[in-house]
């Protein structure tokens, strides 16, 4: 007895097989073929002509990367020399707001006042009194005319 292809049975019990209409057995057929897509990550091979456009992409990468890397060195220190330069006149701000004055050199007449032993300093451009200090005792020296 020649072989039957198990294809042209119903699934089923062994015993009561019987054979299917050629129709179902394509429409089976075309299920189990279905093609669907579907993205799955998986290694792709360089080939060889890929790789060495890669390696000299990679060289010029580099070299741009240490062509800018000695522009930020070489600019880095003229940066660092601004941002010290705003980092003083920050503070020195900052303090004068604070404290609410500034040391500054003026140009003064210095005048004694023996009776209640002090000396005072006047802005010669303002009139304005800049500092009073008691008298040292070199004040009382007498002064000799060269």
Not at 22 to 46: D, L, N, P, W
Not at 125 to 138: A, C
Request: charged share 40%; proline share 3%.
């Amino acid at each position: 007895m020649p072989k039957k292809n198990p294809a042209n049975f119903k699934v089923g019990d062994k015993a009561n097989r019987s054979p299917v209409k050629k129709k179902t057995v394509k429409k089976a057929e075309k299920a189990k073929k279905k093609v669907m897509t579907q993205i799955a990550r998986g290694k792709y091979r360089f080939t060889e002509e890929e790789k060495r456009d890669m390696a000299k992409q990679l060289a010029e990468t580099q070299i741009n990367k240490s062509i800018i890397e000695n522009e930020k060195a070489s600019s880095a220190a003229g940066y660092n020399d601004r941002l010290k330069r705003f980092d003083f006149d920050i503070s020195r701000l900052s303090r004068n707001v604070v404290d609410g004055y500034e040391m500054r050199d003026f140009e003064c007449r210095v005048v004694k006042d023996f009776v209640v032993r002090k000396k005072g300093f006047v802005d010669v451009h303002t009139g304005n009194t800049i500092d009073e200090r008691p008298l040292d005792p070199s004040d009382y020296q007498k002064e000799l005319d060269i």
